[in-house]
């Protein structure tokens, strides 16, 4: 575990919007920051943690395909924040979602994982944020 600092959740009905924010600022100071890969995972009880969406250190993204379409990862590096806005949630949406990062990741060690696979190649997390989506 890290210090990263998610916030957003909350408990919408289907068809709703979120937007998870997560506070990576404690790592701006440090000399890797630049070269820092984001993502958001989520998990639900008997499962396990899946990547939604990634963004490397100069703006590449990707997806689960679960999630495409529907869901946008972006990244303030000013700010130090790393965001998913989620639209047209479905209760398969449901979970814990985490924010993670990793120095020196590259976007096709993610792709050749799998975005959906590729929470083993991030080192630091947060505790995550639930969000719940009702029919």
């Known amino acids: 575990q890290g210090n990263l600092v998610e916030s957003g959740g909350d408990s919408v009905a289907s068809g709703q919007s979120l937007r998870l924010s997560c506070d990576v600022s404690?790592?701006?100071?440090?000399?890797?920051?630049?070269?820092?890969?984001m993502g958001w995972f989520r998990q639900t009880p008997g499962k396990e943690r899946e990547g939604v969406a990634v963004?490397?250190?100069?703006?590449?993204?990707d997806y689960a395909a679960f999630v495409r379409g529907r869901f946008t990862i972006s990244h303030d590096r000013f700010r130090g924040t790393v965001n998913l806005q989620m639209n047209n949630l479905i209760p398969d949406d449901t979970g814990t979602y985490s924010c993670?990062?990793?120095?020196?990741?590259?976007?096709?060690?993610?792709?050749?994982?799998?975005?959906?696979?590729?929470?083993?190649?991030?080192?630091?997390w947060g505790q995550g944020t639930q969000v719940t989506v009702s029919s």
């Open positions: 993670a990062i990793q120095p020196k990741l590259r976007l096709t060690t993610i792709q050749a994982l799998g975005v959906a696979k590729s929470s083993k190649v991030f080192g630091i």
């Open positions: 963004i490397t250190s100069v703006g590449f993204a």
């Open positions: 404690l790592y701006m100071g440090t000399p890797a920051f630049n070269t820092y890969s």
